[in-house]
């Protein structure tokens, strides 16, 4: 069955340190790979996105995602967390359609 | 500037009542979807459509339904509102599947079912 999985519910990181949030998946073959922002109220801004290739995926804000096969992962990092970062997080999979992890609030601290 | 928008954006409507959520995008996009957004759940999804007259079951379709008449438009029908149906709900378009398949997402409507 298909599945994402982001093991950490909440996060708080303090302003300036750097920021990894997880995702693990379960699919068939290896799926198109996606991480978007939800600040609050909001819909979902799309962060990143990874289909075929390099591995190391840059996107908007600074961010990066990582794919490993091996692990069936796809972690969100950015190496200095701004106040505005703190938002919803979720990471998605999928082709056609797109089935979403149940997702990571980061909080910021000054 | 393409845009998708959902209305209305906040629905109070009591339990077993018809409600219809309406999506339409302008991005000439062909893929549509429906999530439901819950605490805990992330997004799951409720119907999608691949073009006009498609339309298939999600994760979550029961209680709910969806037409496809034109590409533009994508309506979500509750045919008796239920409690358990309170929820944010988005709305989602994306062209074909390749590495044009990012979804576009509406700013949610907010459904309360008393």
């Known amino acids: 069955a298909q599945s994402v999985t982001q093991p950490d519910i909440h996060i708080t990181v303090s302003e300036g340190a750097s920021l990894e949030l997880r995702c693990n998946y379960s699919?068939?073959?290896?799926?198109?790979l996606f991480w978007y922002v939800q600040s609050p109220g909001q819909g979902l801004q799309l962060l990143l996105k990874?289909?075929?290739?390099?591995?190391l995926v840059q996107g908007i804000k600074g961010f990066e995602a990582e794919f490993k096969r091996s692990q069936s992962s796809f972690n969100l990092r950015k190496p200095s967390v701004h106040w505005s970062d703190a938002a919803e997080y979720f990471c998605a999979v999928g082709f056609n359609d797109m089935r979403f992890g149940a997702g990571t609030r980061l909080t910021v601290k000054p | 500037d393409a845009e998708i928008t959902q209305s209305p954006r906040h629905k109070i409507t009591e339990t077993g009542r018809q409600v219809t959520l309406a999506c339409h995008q302008t991005w000439n996009h062909n893929n549509m979807f429906w999530y439901r957004q819950d605490l805990g759940h992330g997004l799951r999804l409720i119907h999608y459509s691949y073009g006009v007259q498609d339309t298939n079951k999600g994760e979550v379709s029961d209680g709910y339904s969806v037409s496809r008449s034109n590409t533009e438009d994508l309506p979500l029908t509750l045919e008796s509102a239920a409690s358990s149906q309170t929820s944010v709900y988005f709305c989602a378009s994306s062209d074909r599947q390749g590495k044009n398949t990012e979804a576009f997402f509406g700013q949610g409507t907010r459904l309360t079912v008393v």
């Open positions: 990874y289909f075929s290739g390099d591995t």
């Open positions: 699919y068939g073959a290896t799926p198109y």
